[in-house]
């Protein structure tokens, strides 16, 4: 068996007629939907890319075989690991801020709710010990918005809210300003 390192993600196998009976490998009877077969392919794979030093583990493999006279040739290809895509599931415009600490989160309910500016629809969360606000609005007032500016970090993207919404801790789920800033003052 002889092994050749075509490239960062390309290897070269190429078995004579003595290391097929060794793999027990009949070229015309290799079939993928063999179990054996595919045990004696994927155990050539794993040692022809142990000796070339490339790592097939949790990526995606493409494995072609071409019969040539005596010898049969296995070209590996290693494909990166593939990145997740992630659909955010409620496509409507929202608003997120992110308040900090506890300290700095309550004062600005308080605020909020003393200045009587409460929206409807808007909830809390905790997400890595930061408290964070999201409005169910494409927009807010101005006055909501630059006293948000004030105390808080500026507006985050829509997967960054997705993430808070998803992974977060949920502390109000309707009306946070109202349902929390009546028990602060």
Known sequence: ?????????????????KDMEEFSIDFERVNLHDSDSRRALIKIMKLGCSKAGVEICNRNVDIEALPFDDECYILITVYEKNRRSYRIKDAG??????????????????????????CNRNSAYLYKES???????????????RLL???????MSRVETARIRE???????????????KHLV
Do not use: W
């Open 167 to 181: 992974n977060g801790k949920l502390i109000c789920s309707h009306n946070a300003i109202l349902q929390i800033g």
């Open 93 to 118: 415009k929202c608003v997120c801020y992110s308040l900090g600490g506890s300290g700095n989160f309550l004062d600005t309910l308080e605020k909020l709710y003393r200045l009587n500016i409460c």
């Open 149 to 155: 500016s004030e105390y808080g970090k500026s507006r």
């Open 1 to 17: 068996m002889t092994v050749d390192k075509l490239g960062e993600n390309k290897v070269l196998i190429i078995l004579c007629n």
């Open 131 to 145: 408290y964070y606000i999201v409005f169910d609005y494409p927009s807010i007032p101005k006055n909501l918005k």
